[in-house]
């Protein structure tokens, strides 16, 4: 089983329109969280942290949830510049090989 | 931009050859993480260089090996090259290692032929 899953989608959305990533993780062990942003031939950037009591950054909002062992992202009022792959990233513990990414979740907005 | 390099963007390669990739990590950052992206899928850890000790290894055989140098940045090698090993290679540099916010360079896209 893979340690992160994630809906590779496409999802291809109207603009304006709020669209929400789901990702799972296996090891309940797992401390950090991130959302990275990939857009076509470009390396990941970070969106945001994940953190239990839930972050906003504008549209974009992420939630954590321990119990059911998943993430979110939450994006609202969609802009074509959201179109990307969104990658889920999880942390299983200090130290250099617990860093596991998702497949990631292709974005497509439309005009 | 994340003050990470990369060199070169792209290489082409044939099977059984070795390649040298490079990375500079972003100023002050003294860890350097390797991942492999192979299309459509999200980024492989391969090792990650701390102060110039291998710190960490994912689940690639002895064939990649690296090395940080003392001003922090790094090299990817990798030896008797499969067509396998075609993908997006990018390096990521961080404050510090585990769970610090990791920077990513823009990658090198091998070809193996």
């Known amino acids: ?32 969280f991130f959302w990275y942003r990939q857009d076509c031939r470009k390396e990941p950037k970070l969106l945001m942290s994940v953190y239990s009591s839930g972050n906003e950054d504008g549209r974009f909002t992420a939630q954590l949830n321990r119990a059911s062992q998943y993430i979110s992202l939450l994006i609202r ?18 130290g250099a090989n617990n ?13 | 931009e994340t003050g990470v390099t990369q060199s ?11 390649v040298t990739l490079r990375c500079s990590s972003q100023s002050g950052h003294n860890t350097v993480s ?16 701390y102060r110039e000790e291998e710190n960490g290894r994912g689940n690639f055989p002895p064939r990649f090996s ?15 090259l ?22 990513f360079g823009p990658g090198t896209r091998l070809t193996v032929l």
Do not use: M
């Open chain 1, 1 to 32: 089983r893979k340690e992160v899953e994630q809906d590779p989608g496409p999802f291809n959305v109207p603009e304006g329109a709020t669209v929400a990533f789901n990702c799972t993780y296996s090891n309940s062990a797992s401390q950090s």
């Open chain 1, 77 to 94: 009022d969609s802009k074509l510049s959201d179109s990307a792959t969104y990658l889920c990233v999880v942390i299983l513990k200090t």
């Open chain 1, 99 to 111: 860093l596991f990414f998702g497949t990631g979740t292709r974005l497509t907005v439309i005009p």
């Open chain 2, 8 to 18: 070169p963007t792209h290489l082409i390669k044939t099977r059984g050859q070795q």
């Open chain 2, 34 to 49: 390797w991942y492999q992206q192979a299309l459509g899928q999200g980024p492989q850890f391969i090792f990650q260089y």
């Open chain 2, 66 to 80: 690296g090395l940080q140098f003392p001003n922090y940045s790094s090299e990817l090698n990798v030896n008797a």
């Open chain 2, 82 to 103: 499969e067509l396998d090993d075609s993908a997006l290679y990018l390096c990521a540099s961080s404050l510090g290692q585990g769970t610090d916010t990791q920077y």
